[in-house]
Every structure is written in C-alpha cells, then in structure tokens.
C-alpha cells in the first residue's frame, strides 16, 4: 500500500467560529460498514490499528487511550454514528463524531473534531495539529481493514515515505485552511510549523 496515496484519499474541511474550530476528514473505505464499525468500536481491533484502549465502551461509558486521550462515550447507533469526548492533557475537552454510511461496495467514513483552541496555538499550527494527527491514524485504520502492516506512528518519521506522507498531510491541512478563507501567510507558516513538529529533520 502507498501510504502518500492513502493520505492523497481524504477530502478536508475547515470552519472557525470565534475560539471554536472544527476539522472535518471524510474518506471511502473498501470494506463494508459493520467491519469499519466494528474496527472502531472493538478494544481488541482498535488496539491493532490505532494504540490500547481501556474502560466502558459503551453509551455513556469512559474511555482511555493508552498514553493519549481518553473521555466519555456521548452517542452511539451502530453501525453509523459514534461521538465522544476527546479530552487530552491540560486541553479542554472537545468532541469527535464519526458517520458512517454505506458507499457502494464499500464505506463513507466522516469524522468532524471540534474544539475550542487558543488563539496562539491556532496561529502557530492550523488546522494540521489535529488533522494531521488523525491522518495518521486513518492510515493505521485504513491498513488494518486492507490487512496491510501498521505503521508505528512514532517512528514513521523516520522513514522517507513516512516523512512524505507527513509533509503531505500537513499540505493538504494548509490548502483546506487556505479554501476556509485563512490568510496565506499564516497557512504557511503554520504547515510549516506542523511539518516540523511530526516530521522533524533528522539530527
């Protein structure tokens, strides 16, 4: 699999209403709606594509990924909405969504992750701190459900695709910025910054 082509699959969005800005990625899948579900709501499976997950996997219960965020699950109709609280850190809890819809043979996955983010942090990253984040772990995802071998995202800089997927990813945040309205000089500072951060130069 090319992983420069899995990040080149996604189409993104990028709205911002004060502090509030939300990341849209959507994407098609090969495998069909119940597997896609059932990858993102198993704690076995989830923990093959993205990292180990603990607690109540159910409506209403908590969730921790395992040296990452964790939160409450808020909504969940299987096999085509699930939303929960993201909350990570010190940062202020913020929400993820996931739709699913059945796309031909395959599947229509959305996610849309709003959070209320500070001014300075916004103007030194964008939109790619989180999106691209989240590029990288759609393309665990996307892996998983072609049976492919999953990256280890901590190390995929360190590989010259990796790096060029990275580098595409943060680009592709920085145009949908740019399309949202975004001054051009600030997108490209901010991909820039985001590069730097998930694809530093090697010492």
Not at 120 to 126: H, I, L, T
Not at 152 to 175: F, K, M, P, V
Request: glycine share 10%; aromatic share 6%.
């Amino acid at each position: 699999m090319n992983i420069i082509d899995e990040i080149s699959r996604a189409h993104r969005r990028v709205s911002e209403k004060g502090d509030t800005k939300t990341v849209v990625l959507s994407r098609h899948y090969d495998s069909d709606v119940e597997d896609v579900w059932d990858a993102l709501t198993t704690a076995e499976r989830i923990g093959r594509w993205l990292m180990p997950v603990s607690g109540d996997l159910r409506l209403g219960g908590k969730y921790q990924l395992e040296g990452n965020a964790g939160g409450e699950v808020l909504r969940c109709e299987p096999p085509a909405l699930l939303a929960v609280t993201w909350v990570f850190g010190d940062a202020p809890a913020s929400e993820v969504e996931v739709t699913l819809a059945a796309d031909g043979d395959g599947t229509r996955f959305e996610l849309v992750h709003t959070a209320v983010v500070p001014d300075e942090f916004w103007s030194r990253y964008g939109p790619g701190a989180v999106g691209s984040g989240w590029d990288l772990a759609l393309l665990g995802l996307s892996m998983h459900l072609s049976g492919g071998v999953i990256p280890d995202h901590d190390r995929l800089h360190e590989t010259e695709e990796g790096r060029a997927a990275i580098t595409a990813s943060s680009r592709a945040w920085g145009e949908a910025h740019l399309a949202s309205g975004a001054d051009p000089a600030q997108v490209a500072a901010a991909t820039a910054a985001t590069t730097a951060f998930y694809a530093p130069e090697p010492e």
